[in-house]
């Protein structure tokens, strides 16, 4: 991350030093001739909500949305979960800050929206965030990354469309039933990637509110995936804002002032996510979504194991919009397209229904004798599994629909000749009216898919609950498995080999300010032989934690600023220190005391000065440092409560 710059700890802070230096800051405030309070700050008004942690270009990102009822500037502050004061949630003075842009949202409702893009994450490390401003944050939020590298599991949530059963309330309990149910199940989960059709009318923001209350959306990303409920306004894109988007007209649908769209991808771990926004179709806007795809895998196919293609409308589909000309119509433009281009698994939505395809080659099947419901998969060369999600809600199902007598030609929708009650592309179809998600396990020598149930008959069941459709499967529980396949990569002709290498110099070089508050108080000056004032005080104690197998040597310094009391100032060289060492360990050794200026006209501490250090070769441990502070002043001084900032920097080999 990229911290700002502040003058004040409000929390302990933890650094980790791979190598060059890390610096934070620890307040100094002190009181002369009884001092002053400081000034007011008028806070910001704007009552802030709908946050929502999404996707950023790579594991070491994040975007955060969020909704505010005034147009003010406003802000993302960032920092480990560590460092964030239990008591009263502060963040610490080093916080990473990242200023949020937006504009007005042009629902009904009005308001604003803003967003940020969090950057230069580290690898298992518990983050928290709020937005907003000095004065007016959010709620205090967190997540957690994980191992840049490796094994992963995903989750896939088809068509929430909050309102479409009649009752937004009620979806939207379903909703969050599915969330808290399949993030409980997969706690490690790293993702949640939508299918589309958030809400049921785009510009809804009572819809749009109960599709983002659940808290796993501000704890576990989201990939957000355009649906055609969600176009015709701006408050999709407003509420996910997406890395890599080519914001082009080829990628939009309808007007340019109120529309939502784009084509974005985006890299974790072993995966490249290409998501297109599919109400851009047709035969011209469908060859500009098969020539950004191309794009994208030329330039960073390399660089991922496996490719995942994610869009609303579904193609090989098992109910009623597999009949639509239009998703006939992309059948004809992607699929050879996508076959040669590599893509694994296709996944989508729109249909409120589940389907898993045969493994799909040019726009047929790939291999006649794959059987239906086969668990074990071997797409090879230019096969690809397109999966449909019923809806993670329940406000909406439709049923699956009978096979007609066009045949199994790249637009037909003939019987299957091993299972004629099934679409000739489909192996899996199923439709229980009970909600379900899509559990994607991702291994470095296979796709692992399932289907799980996240519901039952019972209430949250929108559609059912309304009388809109029956329930035809009462006994299978939450959390059992509707379908599960392995796709197994091609390999070629050839043998694949793999091996993992560990960091090749485990163990890391760390120090934290000991501490809920990073500000020390000196008090109040005392008079000292009628022509000075002297104040004293200590650091807060610094824990040196060195692990290292390199075993360098490694140093801790400080500077301080100016003291300044508003347009009153003096210099820092005032400032001195006699530096120790409280507990011994990883080679430990304090510096020299610094005198202040006042005793022997020297800079003091308004120059980097020595804290302690540890030489090549020493041992692994960890070390407690202190100081103590000795502030010198002429009498000439005026009142004033006066503050300055002491900058330490810690270095590593």
């Not at 230069?120 to 840049?148: A, C, H, I, M």
């Amino acid at each position: 991350m990229r911290p700002s710059s502040k003058t004040q700890t409000d929390g302990s802070v933890r650094r980790r030093v791979a190598g060059g230096a890390a610096t934070a800051v620890l307040g100094l405030t002190m009181a002369l001739g009884g001092g002053g309070a400081a000034p007011a700050v008028a806070a910001d008004s704007a009552e802030l909500s709908g946050v929502v942690l999404g996707v950023g270009a790579d594991e070491t990102q994040r975007t955060v949305t969020w909704y505010s009822t005034a147009d003010t500037a406003q802000q993302l502050q960032v920092a480990p979960t560590a460092t964030v004061t239990v008591t009263d949630g502060g963040f610490p003075a080093d916080a990473a800050t990242f200023a949020a842009t937006g504009g007005a949202n042009i629902a009904s409702s009005g308001g604003f929206n803003r967003h940020a893009t969090v950057t230069g994450l580290k690898e298992n490390v518990e983050y928290s965030y709020r937005v907003g401003s000095e004065g007016n944050w959010s709620k205090t939020y967190t997540f957690r990354t994980r191992d840049f590298e490796g094994d992963y599991d995903f989750l896939f949530l088809g068509d929430p469309q909050i309102g479409s059963s009649g009752d937004a309330q009620k979806d939207g309990a379903g909703w969050a039933d599915t969330l808290k149910v399949a993030t409980e199940a997969n706690p490690d989960a790293e993702l949640l990637v939508s299918g589309g059709d958030h809400v049921e009318s785009a510009n809804d923001e009572k819809q749009w509110t109960s599709f983002l209350g659940p808290d796993q959306l501000r704890q576990v990303p989201l990939a957000a995936t355009i649906g055609n409920h969600d176009v015709g306004g701006k408050a999709y894109e407003q509420h996910h804002f997406t890395p890599n988007t080519d914001r082009s007209d080829a990628y939009y649908d309808k007007d340019a002032a109120t529309r939502s769209g784009g084509d974005y991808w985006f890299i974790h771990k072993d995966v490249l996510f290409i998501d297109i926004n599919s109400n851009a179709q047709s035969d011209t806007k469908d060859a500009q979504h098969v020539d950004y795809i191309t794009d994208v895998i030329k330039k960073h196919g390399s660089e991922a194991k496996w490719k995942v293609l994610v869009y609303h409308h579904s193609i090989y589909s098992p109910a009623s919009h597999s009949y639509d000309q239009g998703n006939k119509d992309r059948r004809k433009d992607f699929t050879t397209a996508f076959s040669d281009l590599g893509i694994d698994m296709v996944l989508q939505g729109h249909d409120h229904s589940y389907s898993r395809s045969y493994a799909i080659k040019n726009g047929q099947k790939a291999d006649p004798t794959e059987q239906p419901g086969q668990a074990e998969v071997y797409p090879g060369p230019g096969g690809v599994i397109y999966v449909t999600a019923n809806s993670a809600s329940g406000s909406k199902y439709y049923d699956i629909k009978k096979p007609d007598n066009s045949g199994t030609g790249v637009q037909g929708n003939g019987p299957d000749p091993l299972n004629p009650d099934n679409f000739w592309f489909n192996s899996v179809e199923n439709q229980e009216h009970v909600r379900s998600y899509v559990r994607v396990k991702v291994r470095s020598d296979k796709l692992v898919l399932e289907n799980v149930r996240s519901g039952t008959c019972a209430t949250p069941n929108p559609a059912v609950d309304n009388g809109n459709v029956p329930c035809s499967n009462p006994d299978r529980p939450v959390g059992s498995v509707v379908d599960k396949v392995t796709v197994h990569p091609y390999n070629g002709d050839g043998q694949s080999l793999q091996v993992n290498v560990p960091d090749a110099a485990p163990g890391e070089f760390g120090w934290t300010i000991d501490g809920y508050n990073g500000l020390v108080d000196l008090g109040t000056a005392k008079e000292r032989d009628g022509d000075h004032f002297e104040a004293a005080g200590k650091i807060n104690p610094l824990r040196v934690t060195d692990s290292r197998r390199s075993l360098a040597p490694w140093s801790v310094s400080a500077d301080v600023s100016d003291f300044q009391d508003a347009g009153k100032k003096f210099s820092g060289s005032y400032l001195g220190w006699k530096p120790y060492v409280l507990n011994g360990g990883a080679g430990a050794k304090a510096a020299s005391a610094v005198a202040s200026g006042y005793d022997d006209k020297g800079a003091g501490l308004s120059v980097s000065r020595g804290l302690a250090s540890a030489e090549q070769g020493h041992p692994r441990g960890e070390a407690r440092l202190g100081a103590d502070l000795d502030l010198k002043i002429p009498d000439s001084v005026a009142k004033g409560s006066y503050r300055a900032t002491l900058t330490i920097t810690a270095l590593s080999s």
